[in-house]
């Protein structure tokens, strides 16, 4: 932030509680004294920055200078690990970060004022910690920065965003390696984008989760389900077929484990047992529906 106080505010174009949130934003700046409006950068960010009427309305009651930062890979959500719009976001001048997720909160504007004041050394009589429905998180922790990138990984896979999702989880594992959740969750990603066949996208799952021993048995499943696939890639076929038996044995209802099971049949051209495993997942995934 330059050496200033930065106040970032995230949006969705297609959401009336994003409106809401600019004017309460808004309305906690117009009690900021003018000398200090200086120190402050003000920020909202978006991902579909061609509505203009959303743009102009939050430009037109601005009581000081804003910037619209356009975010469509989801760069911004994933620094500061934001999941729901709208969220607002200060970051003092040590670096401190505090994200305060409206939602549905009556008491939302003391909270940020009372936060946005401490930043710029601004007496305020009001406390945060008396504002006990609006949640504030202080993120700075090396477990606290990899799932803020993880959780910007899943909601880019939702969105069939899969390189992205990679990016944001692979920045997640170079954070914090020693974590299961994340080292998993990242081959699973892998896993999902190198399905057509990618020796390189199996020697690293290998890599990420031959150490990794899962509490559940849907867990455990998950991970013999990743070491299976990338066995079978790397054509060691009597090893994958048997994790997956084992993988099936954990979670009897995973329709992927039967799926790559298939795979590995039809590999050895037992097409009767392809067959079975293959309509058995497509059983699974009907159930599921």
């Known amino acids: 932030s330059s050496g200033k106080v930065l106040i970032l505010t995230f949006l969705s174009s297609q959401q009336g509680r994003s409106l809401e949130a ?12 003018e000398e200090k409006l200086t120190s402050l950068q003000v920020a909202f960010v978006m991902q579909n920055v061609d509505n203009k009427d959303f743009i102009a309305a939050i430009q037109e009651e601005a009581p000081c200078a804003v910037r619209i930062l356009a975010d469509d890979q989801y ?14 976001v200060i970051s003092g001048l040590q670096g401190t970060v505090l994200c305060v ?21 601004l007496p305020c009589n009001i406390s945060p910690d008396d504002a006990s429905t609006v949640r504030t998180v202080a993120n700075s922790t090396v477990s606290a920065k990899a799932k803020r990138h993880l959780k910007t990984a899943r909601l880019l896979m939702e969105k069939d965003r899969v390189s992205s999702a990679i990016e944001q ?3 997640a594992y170079e954070i914090d390696p020693n ?22 996208q199996a ?12 509490q559940k048995q849907r867990d455990k499943a998950r991970i013999n389900l990743l070491l ?22 954990q ?11 298939g795979r590995i049949y039809q590999t050895h051209n037992d097409s009767e047992r392809a067959m079975q495993a293959y309509f058995r997942a497509l059983q699974l995934i009907y159930e599921e529906e």
């Open 22 to 33: 600019v004017k309460d934003v808004y309305g906690v700046l117009s009690s900021v004294p």
């Open 75 to 88: 760069h911004i959500w994933g620094e500061f690990g934001i999941i729901a719009t709208p969220t607002i």
């Open 101 to 121: 997720k409206p939602g549905l909160a009556y008491d939302v504007v003391p909270v940020v004022k009372s936060r946005l004041f401490q930043a710029l050394g």
């Open 169 to 171: 989880a692979q920045m």
């Open 179 to 200: 974590s299961d959740e994340v080292a998993v969750e990242l081959a699973g990603f892998l896993y999902r984008a190198g399905r057509t066949g990618r020796v390189g």
């Open 203 to 214: 020697q690293k799952v290998l890599m990420l989760v031959s150490e990794v021993s899962g």
């Open 228 to 249: 299976g696939w990338a066995n079978r890639e790397l054509g060691r076929l009597e090893e994958a077929e048997r994790l997956l038996q084992k993988g099936i044995t």
């Open 251 to 261: 979670d009897p209802t995973s329709p992927r484990l039967f799926y790559e099971l």
